[in-house]
């Protein structure tokens, strides 16, 4: 019987959620980006959870002091609700019964976590501040399970279990009861895999580097139809290579005055394109040095 499960799986993770609790089909299964689900969880606004989960803890009394059946429908919808903000949330919806009967203690959603990851980003994972070995830097800030900076995350051991995930592969599976759980579960794998973070230069929110360290960009999830800020970089990248670029200046200058004999009728559509064949292969020649921009410029002007 479970209720939650998560994995990773090479650049991905996956959620699986089963509110009935039955083993088989899980009612959610969603993937996301490598380390998605934590970096969203710590630009969540706690405080404007507060006032559900309030309502969710008053309800929740009504049942149990009163035994007023209505405020348990009425809890179910609220955690229904909120599951819609963040994926971590929705282990509160399946988990719900035995788990809110110590909502007043254990507040599951505070920012305690947020500010305790974004320590652990500071000292341990960011790329820019704390280096590219996760491994030494982790192994520098704990005492066995206890970090020595106070405001730093706790580890604690956390439900892992192996199995069959995807056809033909294994992997260790976290079978959540805390949403702490799958936050410690995000650090600790980042540690492990030796993957850093940095804030991307483009929206300035944390991404992690499961491609190239210098990866300055990210490729955080954007509304379809729209650039990921990745795509819109390495335009402007470019752009601005080539705006600088004295070869690439003479050549587009040659070409559009060439391009524009065409509608004079000076030259054939068949003798531009076989020029501008020719062209792009001597500005690789002056690209690679192989020739001078002076020898280049030279060849530009011949008819
Ligand atoms: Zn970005």
């Known amino acids: 019987m479970w209720y939650a499960k998560m994995y990773f ?25 490598f380390l998605e689900s934590l970096l969203s969880f710590m630009e969540m606004d706690c405080d404007e959870l507060t ?45 719900w019964y035995d ?11 505070s920012p305690l976590y947020q500010r305790q990851v974004q320590r652990f980003f500071d000292l341990v994972l960011d790329v820019d501040q704390a280096g590219r070995d996760p491994q030494k830097q982790a192994a520098a800030h704990y005492l066995y399970d206890a970090p ?36 410690d579960y995000s650090l600790r794998s980042c540690v492990e895999r030796g993957i850093t973070v ?50 690439f200046k003479a050549y587009r200058k040659e070409y559009k005055k060439r391009f524009a004999w065409i509608k004079a009728g000076r030259i054939t559509d068949e003798q531009f394109y076989a020029w501008s064949e020719q062209a792009r292969e001597m500005k690789k020649k002056c690209d690679r040095e192989v020739i001078t921009l002076d020898e280049f410029k030279d060849w530009l002007g011949k008819p």
């Not at 088989?24 to 996301?32: A, F, M, N, R, W």
């Open 51 to 95: 006032p559900s989960l309030r309502r969710i803890a008053e309800s929740w009394e009504r049942l149990f002091q009163d035994g007023d059946r209505e405020a348990g429908t009425a809890t179910m919808v609220e955690l229904g609700q909120l599951k819609s903000w963040h994926i971590y949330l929705e282990l509160l919806y399946v988990r």
């Open 148 to 183: 020595k900076d106070p405001e730093l995350f706790v580890f604690h051991p956390i439900p892992l279990s192996f199995e069959p995930v995807e056809l033909g592969r294994c992997s260790s599976v976290l079978y959540p009861l805390h949403i702490s759980d799958m936050i």
């Open 198 to 247: 940095r804030r991307c230069k483009n929206c300035g929110r944390w991404f992690p580097q499961t491609g190239r360290v210098s990866a300055e960009y990210c490729e955080r999830p954007v509304a379809s139809g729209q650039q990921t800020c990745r795509e819109a970089g390495a335009f402007q990248q470019w752009t601005k290579k080539q705006s600088d670029d004295p070869v």
């Open 9 to 33: 799986s090479e650049k991905k993770e996956v959620f699986q959620f089963d509110s009935y609790g039955v083993q088989g089909v899980p009612s959610t299964y969603k993937e996301l980006p």
């Open 99 to 109: 788990r809110f009967s110590r909502i007043g203690a254990d507040i599951p959603v």
